[in-house]
């Protein structure tokens, strides 16, 4: 499953980053998931939630969704992509260049001591 080996390796990477500072434990983890980037937001909350039941007190997940954004090289227009349809609602220009949406990555993770 796509969505366990993401939160196996953000996970992994929390509790390094918790390792480098004696004591602490990770409370949040903020991940920024791309409209188009594959990812299915519940079930990457449910493998979530199944791995750090264990914890008895587990990190909160944060997810950020980013819908696709497309920038318009003609009139410089950013505009949300919907339908899969690239071409700029200002003046009608295509192919525009995607900006963001593909994201799939730790954004923040706040530690406690
Ligand atoms: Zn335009």
């Not at 409370?27 to 449910?46: N, P, Y």
């Amino acid at each position: 499953m796509h969505e366990m080996s993401i939160v196996t390796s953000v996970l992994d990477t929390a509790h390094e980053e918790a390792a480098k500072h004696a004591g602490a434990r990770v409370t949040k983890i903020g991940l920024r998931i791309g409209e188009w980037s594959g990812v299915d937001r519940e079930s990457l909350q449910f493998c979530f939630d199944s791995m750090v039941a264990s914890d008895p007190n587990p990190p909160v997940l944060e997810i950020q969704y980013l819908p696709r954004q497309n920038l318009c090289g003609r009139c410089g227009e950013l505009f949300q992509v919907k339908d899969f349809d690239i071409a700029c609602p200002g003046c009608g220009f295509s192919p525009t260049e995607p900006v963001s949406g593909n994201e799939m990555d730790i954004a923040y993770l706040e530690l406690e001591e």
